[in-house]
């Protein structure tokens, strides 16, 4: 179950997520990208005051068609620039799922520790990462 999507540009999406135990007090459960094929999810933790991201994708692989996160504890900072040159800064708690298209440019900040899971379609090449620089998409 989906609160509501906060779409302000083209190509991201940030969406809170319900838990589908709101009254179960041993805790919550989620159920995201269900449906969707994955060979790989990977968890990142990251501390307080660290940026990351900070690049864009051409989705030549396809797990950043779109590329897929859970925010699953902790607050961000999202900034996304899409190819029209429209921006989002945005403030992100957990729980949330954030969805950046290919050739978005993205960062994010930890406003707080946080945790993610990133759900990946295929398994991760470090040789062919699919990430470019700001300096790139700005050349585009």
Known sequence: HFLFCLAMIAGVRI???LSKTPDDER???FEI????DAKQVTVY????GVTFGCH???GD?????PEYFFLISGTCRVFAENMQKETIREIVEAPAI???DSFVYHEMEAITDVTFLEY???????LHPDAYSKEEFDAL
Do not use: L, N
């Not at 933790?45 to 307080?48: A, N």
């Not at 990946?120 to 470090?126: L, S, V």
């Open 27 to 29: 805790g919550d459960v």
């Open 56 to 58: 864009f994708h051409t």
């Open 61 to 65: 692989d396809p797990s950043k068609k």
């Open 98 to 100: 954030i969805e950046f």
């Open 120 to 126: 990946r379609a295929t398994e991760f090449d470090p």
């Open 15 to 17: 969406i809170p997520v």
């Open 33 to 36: 990208f269900r449906g969707i």
């Open 45 to 48: 933790t990251r501390k307080q």
